[in-house]
């Protein structure tokens, strides 16, 4: 009989599992759409949640999400041709079809020829976000915001194109396209304003690895570390890491003596938690900045093949996988929340307090906050009503907390991926007797920090702040993990008022964001902190 049990156990465990990626997959091929083909090398998502797809053996299809997921064929609509590249941008789909009409743009209703003079081809299409399109055939074209269009080839010396034939492209955040190139001739980083190139060779002994490796897919991550997907030239291929900083790169493959998935590499993108997905012949893989996941159909059942040619990441976070068997949709759910007030450990001196965490970048629907006054949240406190903040950073205000307890909390996400798993427990201890104390107003013993105004504001702010007697004073802004961000005042201060002005417009440039910052004073065994929201 306990035996029996055990296969039971496991058998509910596995069904649990099961319903789990259920939830998070879904597939389309043959068998349940009108797909004139399974096998899937270009897609993209528009706002409205229409999938576009190009097929391998010629055919375009447009699958609107209804009950019965019906695909409208417009193979026809574009002409003859084989499909190869799909973007959308600005309300239009941009089309390439190889061997017959070149570039098409269909409005939603009609197709239309693309008409630029100096070329009708393009292996890949990307935008900026000055919200410009940039396409690459003989050469690299970009439709201006003036709806002009500028080309750049390897015709001006300037752009260091090693000749006119690039694969890919990816822009980046600080103003720059990168160039990828077929034929084993390595990356240029294009100035988007004046067409300014910096090629990156692979003659070079700094990034020597990336010789003999044609570049088919690029992608720039949140540090702007550059990602090129390889295709196998002899034994060569895998992913290549261009360091932002310039310092050199970094190869994973089968040939750089580590444990590696595949050298036919067929594509790379960002997700919007910052991780980098690639596709091969043997299955993907997620870095999330130290260590590589790898799904496969062994260890993943619903992606219906190890072939991936497309990763597409759409608007809401979901991941897209084009292989060769069909179109597979993957819900990422939540990574853990990331809390960071108040502080593990800390003692607080009000009966009030809110608890903040982090934005998580998965698209979250609510939060489900938990708290108890002791560690295993006997006869806790939950709160499933947190729903997702448009302004701020999320929280839980708490209030008649008793003095002399120690309270623990925690709190995870859910987004229609399912829920993540549950924060690190947090804990903190009331003590309301303090001698030191702060009431409403923000004075503590004598010392008084007034909340800034404008708040929540975009460029600058004042903070008003005065002490009582000659003290060693200093007032910081930190961001929401603890890191400090400014130092508005430091040193020895005379009794009297002071107004200190903070200027943000610095923030982007710091690579920090907008969003919830601390400034906190501190003058003797006196510590004030307060909050404010930065708009960008």
């Known amino acids: ?192 304003a004046t067409g300014q190139g910096t090629y990156i060779t692979p003659d070079s002994a700094q990034y020597a690895n990336l010789s003999n490796r044609p570049i088919r897919s690029i992608a720039v991550d949140w540090s702007g570390n550059i990602w090129c997907a390889t295709l196998p030239n002899g034994n060569v291929g895998g992913v290549y890491r261009i360091n932002a900083d310039g310092s050199g790169g970094y190869l994973w493959s089968t040939d750089s003596s580590i444990s590696w998935i595949s050298n036919d590499v067929r594509t790379v993108a960002v997700d919007h938690c910052g991780h980098v997905w690639i596709g091969t012949d043997g299955g993907a893989a997620m870095f999330d900045g130290s260590n590589w996941t790898i799904m496969n159909t062994f260890n993943t059942p619903s992606l219906p093949s190890d072939s991936i040619n497309v990763i597409y990441v759409d608007a809401g976070g979901h991941i897209w996988f084009g292989t060769d068997q069909g179109l597979a949709e993957y819900k990422p759910a939540p990574l853990t929340v990331t809390t960071y007030y108040p502080a593990n450990s800390a003692t607080v001196t009000t009966d009030t307090v809110t608890c903040f965490w982090a934005w998580d970048c998965s ?24 729903v997702t903040f448009t302004t701020g950073n999320p929280g839980k205000h708490l209030a008649n907390l008793v003095n002399g307890k120690t309270y623990y909390w925690r709190v995870k996400a859910e987004n229609d991926g399912g829920y993540g798993p549950f924060s690190s427990t947090q804990q903190f201890s009331v003590n309301t007797t303090s001698a030191v104390h702060e009431d409403n107003s923000g004075i503590v013993n004598g010392f008084d920090l007034q909340q800034n105004y ?28 603890g890191r400090e961000v400014a130092t508005l005042a430091q040193g020895e201060m005379e009794r009297g008022a002071y107004s200190v002005p903070f200027d943000a417009t610095n923030l982007s440039q710091t690579g920090l964001h907008s969003g919830l910052y601390f400034y906190r004073l501190q003058a003797g065994d006196v510590t004030i902190e307060h909050t404010m929201q930065v708009l960008r």
Not at 115 to 133: E, H, I, R
Not at 456 to 480: A, C, G, H
């Open 1 to 192: 009989m306990k035996h029996i049990y055990k296969l039971l156990f496991v058998f509910a465990a596995l069904f649990i599992a099961a319903s789990a990626q259920a939830q998070q997959w879904q597939t389309w091929n043959t068998s349940n759409t009108r797909l004139p083909s399974d096998s899937i090398v270009a897609m993209c998502v528009d706002p409205s949640g229409n999938i576009y797809v190009c097929i391998q053996q010629g055919g375009f299809g447009r699958f609107n999400g209804l009950h019965d997921t019906v695909w409208t064929d417009l193979y026809d609509s574009v002409g003859h041709g084989y499909p190869q590249q799909v973007y959308y941008f600005k309300g239009n789909l941009w089309v390439y079809c190889y061997n017959g009409p070149g570039v098409q743009k269909f409005n939603g209703t009609t197709w239309a020829p693309y008409t630029n003079p100096v070329d009708n081809y393009a292996s890949f299409f990307t935008s900026d976000n000055k919200g410009q399109l940039w396409m690459c055939g003989e050469g690299v074209e970009v439709l201006r915001t003036n709806g002009q269009w500028n080309h750049f080839s390897n015709t001006q010396p300037f752009t260091h194109f090693p000749d006119n034939n690039p694969s890919a492209m990816a822009c980046d955040s600080n103003g720059n396209t990168w160039v990828a190139f077929t034929y084993d001739q390595g990356v240029v980083k294009l100035n988007n």
């Open 363 to 386: 698209n979250i629907s609510r939060y489900y906050f938990e708290y108890a006054d002791n560690s295993s949240f006997n006869n806790s406190t939950i709160d499933t009503t947190l």
């Open 454 to 481: 404008p708040n929540p504001f975009s460029d600058e702010t004042t903070i008003r702040f005065s002490v009582p007697q000659r003290e060693n004073v200093s007032l910081k802004v930190y961001d929401v993990l």
